[in-house]
Every structure is written in C-alpha cells, then in structure tokens.
C-alpha cells in the first residue's frame, strides 16, 4: 500500500517522533511511505535514513494561510501518488486537505491528535465554547473529524477531551507512539562530556527539552531557579534555537535574576540522550502538554519527571506543581536535589513505566497493526 505522511510540519532536527518513523518503515516494508513537510528536514542523517526505508520526502509549505493556496499542489500529490491511506498530524490543514482526499477516493483516512486543544492564551479547552470563531468554522463545529476511519490519540487526556468536546466515537483509538530506550554513555564519556559542558564532579543536573514557544513553559523553570536553595546544580536547556526572541527573551530573563550561571544552553540537538546519560532530573514545565515523546526518552534514561499539572503530563510525571506556579517548582525540584535515595527511588518507579507502557516496540505494533 501507498502511505502518506501528512506532517504538516518543519522537522528541524532528527527528533523521537522522526526516529519513530524509521523504525516503523524498517518493521513495515510492505508499505510504501511518503511523508510530506513544510520545509525540507534539516538533520542529514534522518533524510538519510528515510532514504535507506524507501520513503520519499516530499515539501508543501502549507504553513497558516499557506495551505488554502496550496489546495492545487496537494491535490496534484493524491492524484499523482494515489494513496491507500492518508495519515494527517500537526497544524489544522487537515480541516481542507482530509476532505479532498476523501472526495479524491482515498480509502482510509487517519488523523493523530499529537496535542492538546487549547486557547488562544494557552489554556487547555474544557468547553466548546472556548473554542475559536476560526476553529468551529474550519473544523465544521467538529464535524469534520467525522471523515477519518481512526483518530489516534497519544494520550489519555486527548482522549478525554475529545469524548469531553465531540462526543464519544468508536473510531478514537489511543496509541502511544513510544520511544527506543536512550543509549546511556559510559562513565568515561559521562565524565569526558561534563568537562566539555564545564560541570564540576558532584553537580546534580537537571534537564529540559523544549522548542522555543512560551507554550512549554521554560520561563517558569527559569524563575524557579531563584528560589532553589540548593547550590550544587545546573540546569541543561536543550532544543531552543539561539536565533528565537523567545530564547532571547529567556536569557535576559536569567540574567536578570541572577540565575545566568546556573544554565547550559544546549541548542537545537539530534542527540539528547547524551544529555540525559549526565542528568539526574527531569523537568517538563509546560502550560500545554499532551504527552510529550521528551518525557518517555528521559524515562527510558532512568529519570524522575517533575511536571506540569497540565493535559497528559499527570500521566507521566513522578512529582507534579500547579502549572505557572515556579514556588512550587522550586520546591518539587529541591525536593529530589537534596534527597539522592528519594530521586532514586522515583527513577526506578519512571524507568518501570516507560518499560510498560512507552517502549518503541508497543508503538511500532500497533501502528503497524493499524496499516494492515
């Protein structure tokens, strides 16, 4: 069967969701994949591997407004590839390009909801009427998600508020997409990478791993800082590009409360598990979060997870604090700085987890499962 990959997204780096797809195609070589991005992948190494699967990358920046002029270009690809099946993803394209494909004759419609629906000033939407004037308009008041044979949710808060917001439907299946276990580094290249980070013997460290959007909330980590009374640590921010007035906005925010020396900025990274190989404490402090794909590597790493009490990260957290609230932060965070056994009583209960529940392999199965 020939698949397509609607991403509807920029792929700037070869991230947990990219390599979840390699090793779907390398279970699945049946099937034919194309993928669709708004721009062309950065990381060299991901296209390659896409290639050596057989897929084919193909770019239509549908991006905002972009995707009403666009409408031919996508028609032009379901004619040309005539696809089995069409699997949309992120940004709200769908709403126009599902039902072209359904008019167009393709046989299965897929739509995985990666995350939350929230308002316009970051809230997660308990309500319908919360919704936008845009969004009941493009979406049809929810009728348009009628068009899909299956939407995937990847946790079960979507789920509820899906069946909260739309109504309970046979066609909602929860799959958790799941993540390969991160290949922890030796001692030696855990001491050889804290040298090069400048982090002395016996620093504990904290990792996060965001993208530069106030959504996942790395300001409030950043506040949080001012009021740990723990000396010894350092925080890793991983994922945030350099060139963002976000990030340039969280760096004069650092400095201003005199946190500066306490951060790493890491950047934009392929490999974040050679972060979490040195870190000893996971935080995701996020004002939205369906069920971040960051939060299973750093459990699959042995990692306690501070987080949110936002969409699905109760799911997925080992200690939680009132979203927006950094006092509370502080004090979960200090929590596990000052008590070794208890941290690592909470990374052995994490790691637990993620065996049960967010392995790669339950993922690869079901999706798989999904394409038959």
């Known amino acids: 069967m020939k698949i397509i990959q609607f991403m509807d997204m ?17 279970n699945d070589s049946e099937n034919q994949y ?3 991005f708004q721009s062309f992948p950065k990381s060299v190494e991901m296209v390659n591997d896409f290639e050596s699967c057989g897929a084919t990358i193909i770019v239509i920046d549908t991006e905002g407004k972009k995707a009403i002029l666009r409408i031919p270009s996508v028609i032009k690809l379901f004619l040309k590839i005539k696809p089995d099946i069409v699997h ?4 709200n394209a769908f709403f126009i390009y599902a039902i072209l494909a359904k008019l167009l004759g393709v046989k299965k419609l897929y739509k995985t909801q990666h995350c939350c629906i929230i308002t316009d000033d970051l809230q997660q939407v308990t309500h319908k009427s919360q919704l936008s004037l845009k969004t009941k308009l493009i979406s049809a008041n929810g009728l348009v998600y009628k068009v899909f044979d299956t939407i995937i949710m990847c946790g079960k808060y979507i789920y509820e508020q899906f069946e909260h917001l739309y109504g309970k439907s046979d066609k909602y299946e929860l799959i958790y997409f799941g993540v390969p276990s991160v290949k922890l580094l030796s001692d030696d290249e855990k001491k050889d990478l804290k040298r090069k980070l400048k982090i002395e013997d016996g620093m504990k460290i904290i990792s996060c791993i965001a993208f530069s959007h ?10 949080a800082l001012a009021f740990i009374q723990y000396a010894d640590y350092r925080l890793l921010l991983i994922g ?4 963002s007035n976000y990030t340039k906005e969280l760096l004069a925010l650092a400095k201003a409360l005199g946190v500066e020396n306490r951060i ?11 972060y979490l190989s040195i870190s000893d404490i996971y935080c995701q402090p996020s004002r939205s979060e369906a069920l971040t794909l960051a939060v299973c590597e750093a459990k699959s790493a042995h990692l306690p997870i501070v987080g949110s009490k936002v969409g699905g990260l109760p799911e997925i957290s080992n200690l939680l604090f009132e979203n927006g609230n950094e006092k509370e932060l502080a004090d979960a965070l200090s929590l596990l700085l000052c008590n070794a056994d208890y941290c690592d009583q909470l990374a052995d209960m994490s790691y637990l987890e993620y065996l049960r529940s967010f392995d790669i392999k339950q993922g690869i199965a079901k999706y798989s499962q999904l394409y038959k």
């Open 240 to 243: 945030l590009s350099e060139e």
């Open 214 to 223: 106030p959504i996942k909330g790395c300001d409030i980590l950043i506040k």
């Open 10 to 26: 920029h792929s700037t780096k070869y991230g947990a969701l990219e390599k979840f797809f390699v090793e779907l195609m390398r």
């Open 34 to 36: 194309y993928f669709v």
């Open 88 to 91: 949309f993803h992120f940004a």
């Open 264 to 274: 790493i900025w890491v950047g934009i990274t392929n490999n974040v598990g050679q």
